[in-house]
């Protein structure tokens, strides 16, 4: 299993870029990285997923380094409604195995005004 | 909507009672898992299904707990004999079969056990 280690918390000030970093020093070789956000009271929404350099999608961009032992996820120009949990999620389906999808405690973003 | 669909979502209880809760995965999602979360904590991987066969259930996962889904659509989580310490938010969620499909999430059925 690829533990995933993320800062506890983070503030940020609306219209700031936030960069919140996920250490996998475990990460195997087919293993892919997916960020979730959530809300109090609702199911985890899937962000973005990477498996190597950068992503960037409509809301984020994931930067993962040549030995993807961390990954970078990018907010940019946060506002209030961002503030969340952020997870990083490694893992692979290709073997069948569900296990491996295992949430750590996540990252609690606080955007002030 | 064509979201995953989890009910009900709050669910109170006496302790000893049985509990059943629904998930209605995205339609054409193949794989359908369960996850419990506690305040404060990720969620808890408790099992996962490929269409009708359930293929993994997590240490987690009692002999008091028992997940089905039927003809490969919905799913039910059933507790029997619930004690205070199943209190949680259990979550459904859904994916298609490749192997980095995410994982689509309901909004999960809050058990409170008193």
């Known amino acids: 299993l690829a533990k995933t280690t993320q800062p506890i918390s983070m503030d940020s000030y609306e219209g700031q870029e936030v960069n919140i970093t996920c250490s996998h020093n475990?990460?195997?070789?087919?293993?892919?990285i997916t960020w979730y956000q959530q809300f109090p009271s609702q199911g985890p929404r899937f962000i973005i997923q990477g498996y190597k350099t950068k992503v960037t999608n409509e809301v984020a961009s994931l930067f993962i380094p040549a030995d993807r032992k961390s990954s970078t996820l990018s907010l940019p120009r946060v506002s209030l409604s961002d503030t969340a949990v952020y997870y990083c999620?490694?893992?692979?389906?290709?073997?069948?195995?569900?296990?491996?999808?295992?949430f750590g405690s996540g990252t609690q973003l606080t955007v002030l005004p | 909507d064509t979201g995953v669909s989890q009910n009900p979502r709050h669910k109170i209880t006496k302790r000893g009672q049985n509990v059943t809760f629904r998930c209605d995965p995205i339609?054409?999602?193949?794989?359908l898992y369960w996850y419990r979360q506690t305040l404060g904590q990720g969620p808890e991987f408790l099992t996962y299904f490929q269409n009708e066969a359930q293929l993994e259930k997590s240490r987690l996962l009692s002999d008091r707990f028992s997940a089905e889904r039927p003809k490969g659509s919905f799913s039910t989580l059933e507790i029997q004999r619930t004690e205070q310490g199943d209190s949680a938010m259990y979550l459904c969620?859904?994916?298609?079969?490749?192997?980095?499909?995410?994982?689509?999430f309901g909004n999960g059925t809050r058990l409170t056990v008193t």
């Open positions: 339609s054409e999602h193949n794989r």
């Open positions: 999620l490694v893992g692979d389906m290709g073997a069948g195995s569900a296990r491996q999808l295992t």
């Open positions: 475990n990460i195997a070789t087919n293993d892919y």
């Open positions: 969620a859904s994916s298609l079969t490749g192997a980095h499909s995410p994982l689509h």
